[in-house]
């Protein structure tokens, strides 16, 4: 286990200080104090746990609007500064979300992690009544 998750970061987008916040014993993910963008470490495992349950808790979207920061692009992983790339999430084509290929983290704006959660929610749904 390493010790870079505990870092304080600054947000890729808007350079503001990243809080961290617990959710779940030992996953921690920081989220931004002005623009309410996420950052995941760990995508596939903090995305997961924040799917089944904590989306809209740790999601600011729903009760602050920020709508610039999904055109800021050119952005650099806070871990280890290097070019982060923009890509369609998997789990809804309409989210573009930007991932670091160094360490594997990504970044979501303010709002997005709802919309991925929303998604595969409604997919689940729609294949269980198929
Ligand atoms: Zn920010
Ligand atoms: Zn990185």
Redesign the pocket.
Known sequence: MTHSSEQIISCPKCSHTMNQLRVENDITIDRCVNCGGLFLDVFEKEYLVLAKQRAEEVDLALTRQVDDMDQVRAIT??????R?IHIQALENPDVGLET??????VFLDAGELTQITKKSLLDRIKQTLV
């Open positions: 992983c806070p871990r280890d500064q290097s982060m670091c290929t160094i360490c594997g983290s």
